[in-house]
Each structure stands twice: as C-alpha cells, then as structure tokens.
C-alpha cells in the first residue's frame, strides 16, 4: 500500500493489505452507534437528542461493537510496539471501547476529555445538559516509544476548543477541529512516522500529518468525504 494516500475503501478491506507492525500512530474516529440515544425514555421524538449520521449503519450493538473489534485488532496487528492509538468516542461507549483495546492486546492508558464550548444548546423540553463532551481514548502496543513531553499545563487530559468552524469547516458532520487533533499527534509521534486512521471522513488526521511533517495513510468508504480529503490537502500545499 502507498503511504500518504486515503482509500476509498472499506477499512476492513484495506487494514488487511497492510503489513505487520508499520504503523507508529493510530488516530480515529470511528462512525458511532447512537440506539441508545435513540432510546432516551420520554421523547416525543429521538431527533430530540440525536443527530442522525448517514454513516451510522449498525442495526444491533453486538453488530457494531463485533465491527470495532475487527477494526481494533487489525489496528493492533499493523502496529508497532510501542505505537500509540487515539479513538474518539461518546460516553455512552467508552467502558465497551476501553474493553476492546485491551481484549485486542493495545494497553488502556487514559480518556482524554474535548470541552466542546460551542456545543449545540440544550433546549428546555428536551430535558438533557447539551452534549458538549467528546471523549478521546488513549491506548498503546506496550509502553508507548514516543512521549514528547510538553510543559506540564499541556499534558492534562483534557482540550477545550471551539467544533470546527469558519474556514477549517468543511461539508462533514463530524469534522474534528486540527486544534483537537495536533497536540496529540505532536506527544506521539515524531516527523517522519506513519499515522493510521481507518476512518478519514473528511481528512483532518492526514491534514494534521501533513502540517506535521509526518506520513499517513488511510480509508475512507465515501466518495463524497475523499472529495473533501482532496481539496483539504490541495488547499494545504497551496495549489
Ligand atoms: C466520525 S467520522 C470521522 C470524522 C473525521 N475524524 C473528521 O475529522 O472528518 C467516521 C467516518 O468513517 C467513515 N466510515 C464508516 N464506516 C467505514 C468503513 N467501514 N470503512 C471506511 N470508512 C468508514 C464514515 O463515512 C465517516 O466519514
């Protein structure tokens, strides 16, 4: 597989051409499972709460958590030791998420919290706080090879920035801000690694890469969202 290329390929199909222990750092954001949201008791309506993905294609939770676990452990094996992983995630799944990386083999080491400080509002006949928590889990194949540590009110397990906008905002529901996605990927991983993310949507890991000065290398099911990719990395090297 080439490296600095996104897929349009199902992640399953495309993890399983790549070779053993390549990858330095994996960086993902998988589609979520929102039934349980949808199950909120005393809705008139679960649009209340939820907003719909078109990529949210799960029927059952067994199915959509026996889908990470395939994705997970492929992660695992394409890893190399000491490889980092980062998987957002909602706080509905974290406890299942954090049982996956350790049942695949990664080692669980913190939940990092993303304040979102322009969530979309809680409105009163909802009955629900605004979701204005993404959570960020971080794992690793055995201790972790790279660790730029940065000054100490930097390490905290916790980001706090706007959801995309203005120019950065592209077409993608989902799109996580570069602010969220760098600090990170600057801790763990050093110019010139190889970083994963089976999920491009619309490209921010590889984006941040390539402002980073590190490789990436990616899937994507949608045309759409590789469109978006492309235009992302074309605006960036200025063409
Ligand atoms: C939560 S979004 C990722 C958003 C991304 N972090 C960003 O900043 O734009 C998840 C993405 O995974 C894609 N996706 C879902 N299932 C997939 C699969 N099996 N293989 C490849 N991509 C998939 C969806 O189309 C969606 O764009």
Same mark, same amino acid.
Request: contains cysteine.
């Given at each position: ?5 996104v897929? $349009?390929?199902d ?6 051409k &790549?070779?053993?222990? =390549?990858?330095? !750092? %994996? ?16 809705l008139?309506?679960?649009?209340d ?12 939770e067994?199915e959509?958590?026996?889908f990470?676990?395939?994705?997970v452990?492929?992660?695992?094996r ?24 350790e049942?695949?083999g ?11 400080? $322009?969530?979309?509002?809680?409105i009163?006949?909802?009955? &629900?706080?605004?979701? =204005?928590?993404? !959570? %960020?889990v971080h794992?690793?194949?055995g201790?972790?090879k ?17 959801i ?36 491009m949507g619309?490209?921010?890991t590889?984006?941040?890469a390539?402002?980073l ?7 994507e099911?949608?045309?759409e ?9 074309r605006?960036?090297?200025?063409n």
């Amino acid at each position: 597989m080439t490296i600095n290329k996104v897929y $349009n390929i199902d992640c399953l199909v495309g993890l399983k051409k &790549m070779k053993d222990e =390549s990858v330095d !750092l %994996i960086f993902t954001d998988p589609p979520y499972f929102q039934y349980r949201a949808k199950n909120v008791k005393g809705l008139k309506n679960h649009k209340d709460v939820v907003t719909e993905f078109e990529f949210d294609l799960y029927k059952t939770e067994e199915e959509y958590l026996a889908f990470l676990e395939e994705v997970v452990a492929e992660c695992f094996r394409v890893a190399k030791p000491g490889a980092a992983g980062y998987l957002f995630c909602g706080d509905d799944f974290v406890s299942y998420i954090n049982k996956i990386i350790e049942k695949t083999g990664f080692q669980f080491r913190k939940v990092i919290h993303w304040h979102k400080t $322009n969530p979309f509002p809680a409105i009163y006949t909802r009955k &629900m706080y605004s979701n =204005s928590m993404e !959570l %960020i889990v971080h794992f690793s194949k055995g201790t972790p090879k790279t660790w730029n540590h940065k000054e100490v009110n930097k390490m905290h397990n916790f980001i706090e920035t706007p959801i995309c906008m203005g120019k950065e905002r592209k077409s993608h529901k989902t799109q996580k801000p570069l602010k969220v996605c760098i600090p990170f990927i600057e801790i763990s991983s050093n110019e010139g690694d190889l970083i994963l993310d089976p999920f491009m949507g619309s490209g921010s890991t590889a984006v941040a890469a390539q402002k980073l000065g590190r490789n990436y290398i990616g899937f994507e099911r949608s045309k759409e969202y590789c469109d978006i990719i492309k235009e992302r990395l074309r605006e960036l090297d200025g063409n």
